[in-house]
């Protein structure tokens, strides 16, 4: 059976290539809003996190009614280190919409995305999307797309894909280039008639496969996924299982199923095959999972996520600071919250060490991990975090590393610092192209070459230039990258910083922290310029006397101190040192607090 009525596709494009934004328009002229209703820009980028940063963290399902069909939407991550985000929901469509932005053209993690969606047979309508831009160059664009479809071994059908030239944030679209649209109403058109309608098997034994997992404290974890044949009902007994076998198959039940209608979820009593559909009432399901009527179970095969490539230490927090901001600070609460992440996140893995009190956190990148740290501290977790560190593999008996894909876009006059830099890294370049007044340089670079580079190329760059990357491959071991050329402040005594101590340390380097701060020993205060750490004592109080002299008395002016965002300070991070996460404030400081014992160590070395 073919259901006309039903289409499912999914918006995916490297990040901000405005995504978000077009789905807002669709929902608006589709009639999902009132009126005089008042709505936010990005509706779907629904978390706070999500909505500071304007990025898109989960992949979210939304549904619109155009010419009576139903077309349910989701909006995916660009970010490389959500990728896993994209790899699963990608099972849950027929089609998908490509969106690149006019004047970037494809970049790495338009590659990406692109190649998933081709080794699944996709239909692919190509959306080049902020036309409005001064600098677009459509027609260039279209053709680096072809190019890039032709790269990838796309086939005759997908070589012939629609191309449409839109304004996300105006609202139109439009079949040629130069002609501005007026509304979106060919996109909605093209996706009727060019993305497959859902052909289902109707009559047959149920059968639901688990692509996303949501939580909700009264009725517990919801699967999202879609029904891939037969017809779900409400209070049905169901089997579960999944295609690796990786755990018994076991009897559950159906509680609540609900259809996705715009940005909210109906309840409802029966879904068919061909609906996407969140249900609740199996207590220990996850991602991948097969859900089949009772006693009739065919598990179906889930895509193999890709697996991580870089991974942090997570230990209970021990500095003198310890439980003075966070609600949860044991061993037992850490463990609980990593391993429930491990229910939602796919691409998160989380291994015990040797000791009660550390977890090895393996993610995609710096980013993915540094995002579970920051809804940690959100939610009142108190914690200690080590460097990124890569994980190695051994291929045909060789030490193997992760190579990224890294593309650049900078200013003409920038391009030599940046060479330098990455070659130092083992940075190898494989293509360089200009693009207007600016040039596009593509490298290979081990992923450790680039922990710490972001700040350093925005500081080259004067903060024009654009980098992203994704990952590429594993090769063998390029050898050692030097990692930091600075050292840091540490702290030389617990207490409060005063004006007097902070003004004699700012002259040895920059200082993280301002007056009144709390510090203990061995924290980190400030970075030095030279390559070895300097004690500096911050709470030095002035001595009194009876002696006035001209000159001495003058108010003490400090330089304003450098506020480090999260990522700034895991890029920060040298070996011998951990950030302390609280709700409240992030300290770094050495792994071993003590002066004396450090200066032993060094000693011994």
Same mark, same amino acid.
């Given at each position: 059976?073919v ?27 589709s009639?999902?809003f009132?009126?005089?209703q ?6 779907m ?24 069909v ?13 990728g896993?985000e994209? &790899?699963r ?7 998908v ?113 688990v ?41 559950g ?29 199996l ?5 991948g ?21 870089v ?18 600070v ?53 914690l ?9 593999? &051994?291929?045909?008996?060789k ?20 060479m ?35 700040? &350093? ?6 903060? &024009? ?6 990952f590429?491959?594993?090769?063998p071991?390029k050898?050692?990258?030097?990692r ?21 340390a ?49 108010a003490?002016r ?8 999260l ?39």
């Amino acid at each position: 059976m073919v259901r006309e009525d039903l289409r499912n596709v999914a918006i995916i494009a490297h990040v901000d290539h405005g995504k978000t934004t077009l789905v807002d328009e669709m929902l608006k002229q589709s009639g999902t809003f009132r009126e005089n209703q008042a709505v936010e820009e990005r509706v779907m980028d629904s978390n706070d996190i999500e909505r500071e940063r304007g990025i898109t963290i989960l992949a979210k399902n939304t549904s619109i009614k155009y010419k009576d069909v139903k077309i349910n939407i989701i909006d995916t991550p660009g970010h490389a280190d959500f990728g896993g985000e994209v &790899e699963r929901v990608l099972k849950m469509v027929n089609g998908v919409i490509l969106l690149v932005d006019a004047a970037e053209g494809p970049m790495p993690q338009t590659r990406f995305v692109l190649q998933k969606a081709l080794e699944l047979g996709h239909k692919i309508i190509v959306v080049i999307n902020k036309i409005d831009r001064p600098d677009a160059r459509l027609n260039e664009v279209g053709d680096e797309v072809l190019e890039l479809l032709m790269d990838l071994d796309a086939t005759d059908e997908q070589l012939d894909s629609p191309i449409l030239y839109c304004s996300g944030r105006d609202g139109t679209a439009s079949y040629k280039p130069n002609v501005p649209g007026e509304n979106l109403i060919p996109l909605l058109d093209e996706i009727l008639t060019y993305i497959p309608a859902p052909v289902v098997d109707d009559e047959g034994e149920m059968q639901y496969l688990v692509s996303a997992i949501d939580y909700n404290d009264y009725v517990g974890r919801i699967a999202v996924g879609r029904v891939e044949r037969g017809t779900i009902k409400v209070n049905q007994d169901v089997t579960v299982g999944d295609f690796h076998q990786t755990k018994k198959e076991y009897r559950g039940k159906i509680v609540t199923i609900y259809q996705i209608e715009g940005l909210n979820r109906v309840p409802c009593e029966s879904a068919s095959a061909g609906d996407i559909v969140c249900i609740s009432g199996l207590e220990n399901i996850t991602i991948g999972d097969t859900i089949c009527s009772f006693g009739h179970f065919e598990p179906l095969p889930f895509v193999k996520i890709s697996e991580p490539t870089v991974e942090m230490t997570f230990s209970v927090n021990d500095s003198p600071f310890a439980g003075r901001e966070g609600k949860f600070v044991t061993s037992r609460q850490l463990r609980d919250r990593l391993f429930k992440e491990l229910l939602k996140d796919v691409s998160l893995r989380v291994s015990e060490t040797d000791s009660t009190d550390s977890f090895r956190v393996a993610g995609r990148g710096e980013m993915h991990l540094s995002i579970l740290i920051e809804n940690m501290r959100r939610e009142g977790y108190e914690l200690a975090v080590s460097t990124p560190r890569v994980l190695y593999k &051994e291929v045909n008996g060789k030490l193997c590393e992760p190579i990224e894909r890294l593309v650049i876009d900078v200013p003409e006059g920038c391009v030599g610092s940046v060479m330098e830099k990455l070659g130092s890294r083992k940075g190898e370049l494989s293509q360089m192209t200009p693009v207007g007044s600016r040039m596009r340089i593509e490298f290979l670079i081990p992923s450790r070459g680039l922990f710490g580079y972001r700040s &350093e190329f925005l500081t080259d760059t004067k903060g &024009e230039g654009i980098m992203s990357s994704v990952f590429y491959e594993y090769q063998p071991h390029k050898g050692d990258i030097a990692r930091r050329s600075t050292g840091s402040l540490v702290a030389f005594e617990t207490g409060e910083a005063i004006t007097y101590g902070l003004y004699n340390a700012q002259e040895r380097g920059e200082l993280f922290i301002g007056a009144g701060t709390p510090v203990y020993e061995g924290m980190v205060v400030g970075a030095s310029p030279k390559s070895d750490d300097l004690v500096v004592n911050v709470c030095k109080k002035k001595h009194l006397t009876n002696t006035r002299a001209s000159g001495s008395d003058d108010a003490l002016r400090l330089i304003p101190p450098r506020n480090l965002s999260l990522e700034d300070c895991l890029e920060f991070l040298a070996d011998d040192e951990l950030l302390e996460v609280t709700p409240k404030s992030m300290r770094i400081r050495k792994r071993t607090l003590s002066n004396s014992l450090r200066a032993k160590e060094r000693a011994k070395m």
